[in-house]
Nanobody, 113 residues
Framework: VQLQASGGGLVQPGGSLRLSCAAS????????MGWYRQAPGKRRELVAT???????NYADFVKGRFTISRDNAKNTLYLQMNSLKPEDTAVYRC????????WGQGTQVTVSS
């Protein structure tokens, strides 16, 4: 099983980005999925999670700004990030719970003017 994350980049404060995380390989079904982030010198933070039924949870610091979603037919996870702030700058990593937890590679998000 492999997870391929994409969509990071440089954006100005107030801007938007959409991250994607595509799972491939020997997948029968994916249970929970989610995104973490880690900024330099800081601890890893859970950003958002989504169950295979579509129930979502968000960290307080992204509520109202970020939206997590998934396309089960495509085994793909998304994170729509709006109203980005400089403090959102971090490496974002996705995960998928299948028989075990699998991780995607990090994708850098930089919010700066």
């Amino acid at each position: 099983v492999q997870l391929q994350a994409s969509g990071g980049g440089l954006v100005q404060p107030g801007g938007s980005l959409r991250l994607s995380c595509a799972a491939s390989g020997n997948i029968f079904s994916i249970n929970g999925m989610g995104w973490y982030r880690q900024a330099p010198g800081k601890r890893r933070e859970l950003v958002a999670t989504i169950t295979n039924g579509g129930n979502t949870n968000y960290a307080d610091f992204v509520k109202g700004r970020f939206t997590i979603s998934r396309d089960n037919a495509k085994n793909t996870l998304y994170l729509q990030m709006n109203s980005l702030k400089p403090e959102d700058t971090a490496v974002y990593r996705c995960y998928a719970d299948i028989q075990a937890r699998y991780w995607g590679q990090g994708t850098q998000v930089t919010v700066s003017s």
